[in-house]
Nanobody
Framework: QVQLVESGGGLVQAGDSLRLSCVAS??????MGWFRQAPGKDREFVAV????????NYADSVKGRFTISRDNAKNKVYLQMNSLKPEDTAIYYC?????????????????WGQGTQVTVSS
């Protein structure tokens, strides 16, 4: 069993930065992903990182602005978000996938955190 707890969300202005953190307990040798869900919209993929950290993948909407990283010694995954836009406003979720290759599909992730709210004002 894996438990995930996100932190770091908040209210910022357009152009600002935030760093989200996700701490994992239990077995953590999984692909780790970040997803987000805005009101009235489906949950969408943001970024994923392999266990070793040498493989990452991003949604086109965040590529070049967001960076996913992990510190396995601390069982943490991070999402550095720069140049934030109002359309980035959402609840951000950390998730773990047991698959052997990375995936962008939410239903292929086995464990989820409770989410952290990010609000970007214009």
């Amino acid at each position: 069993q894996v438990q995930l707890v996100e932190s770091g969300g908040g209210l910022v202005q357009a152009g600002d930065s935030l760093r989200l953190s996700c701490v994992a307990s239990g077995r953590t040798r999984y692909f780790m992903g970040w997803f987000r869900q805005a009101p009235g919209k489906d949950r969408e993929f943001v970024a994923v990182i392999s266990w070793s950290g040498d493989s990452t993948n991003y949604a086109d909407s965040v590529k070049g602005r967001f960076t996913i990283s992990r510190d396995n010694a601390k069982n943490k995954v991070y999402l550095q978000m720069n140049s934030l836009k109002p359309e980035d406003t959402a609840i951000y979720y950390c998730a773990a996938s047991k698959r052997v290759i990375y995936t962008r599909a939410p239903d292929e992730y086995d464990y989820w955190g409770q989410g952290t709210q990010v609000t970007v004002s214009s």
